[in-house]
């Protein structure tokens, strides 16, 4: 298995633009997370998927921020407008069932100027 | 309120060396605690899991520990490699509907030759 796969790996882009970040979860894994890590703040929980359905959406950061999981196997965050603040590190993850064990995807780097 | 805090925040040996790492948690309900090794640039990896009832739990040249009853839990590294330099995040699942991760700051550490 490729594991969770994650794009762009690297996005570069000014303040005010639209950015979408994009994930693939392990294929048979019915939960998805997204995940935001900074230096001061470390890895924090933005949203969690179950069956594609949004469950716990309370780590969204502002009307900014939204996700979407159309189908089992992809998912989208979308930042609208971006701002500096929000350059960051996103993780997606993915476990085989709720309370499972949680895989990684290698991470969006994300720098807004 | 629910929080992992960890020690030291940054760490170097020498190539060879032993050295552990701590975690100190207040989450309730506890399900389980995970300490997770992040290489520069990559998701984080799951390196042990304990259950309240485990108290010790190895995975080659990482030992952690977990004691229950004062919330603390410890991660030794035995003969260190140039390859463990990384950052180690002790990370506790809150036990109740999904299962959420409550993530540490981590501690980095490098090992020097």
């Known amino acids: 298995d490729a594991g969770v796969i994650q794009s762009p790996r690297h996005e570069v882009t000014e303040m005010g633009q639209e950015v979408t970040l994009r994930c693939k979860p392990i294929?048979?894994?019915?939960?998805l997370f997204w995940y935001r890590q900074t230096m001061m703040r470390g890895l924090e929980l933005l949203i969690y998927?179950?069956?594609?359905?949004?469950?716990?959406d309370s780590g969204m950061p502002e009307d900014r921020f939204s996700a979407k999981m159309p189908n089992a196997s992809f998912s989208t965050l979308k930042i609208q407008p971006s701002e500096p603040r929000d350059s960051a590190v996103y993780f997606c993850?993915?476990?085989?069932?709720?309370?499972?064990?949680?895989?990684f995807g290698p991470g969006t780097r994300l720098t807004v100027t | 309120k629910n929080q992992v805090e960890q020690s030291p925040q940054s760490l170097i040996i020498l190539e060879g060396k032993n050295c552990t790492l701590q975690?100190?948690?207040?989450?309730?309900?506890?399900?389980?605690l995970r300490w997770y090794k992040q290489d520069t640039g990559r998701g984080p990896v799951s390196l042990t899991i304990?259950?309240?009832?485990?108290n010790t739990k190895s995975n080659g040249r990482y030992t952690a520990t977990l004691d229950a009853d004062t919330k603390q839990s410890s991660l030794h590294i035995t003969a260190s490699q140039l390859s463990d330099s990384a950052s180690y995040i002790c990370?506790?699942?809150?036990?109740?509907?999904?299962?959420?991760?409550?993530f540490g700051a981590g501690t980095r550490l490098a090992v020097h030759p």
């Open positions: 304990m259950t309240f009832s485990e």
């Open positions: 998927f179950n069956n594609n359905v949004p469950i716990d």
């Open positions: 975690c100190n948690y207040t989450v309730s309900p506890f399900s389980n």
């Open positions: 990370v506790v699942t809150l036990s109740g509907g999904y299962n959420k991760l409550i």
């Open positions: 993850a993915s476990s085989f069932s709720e309370g499972g064990e949680q895989y």
């Open positions: 294929s048979g894994h019915n939960s």
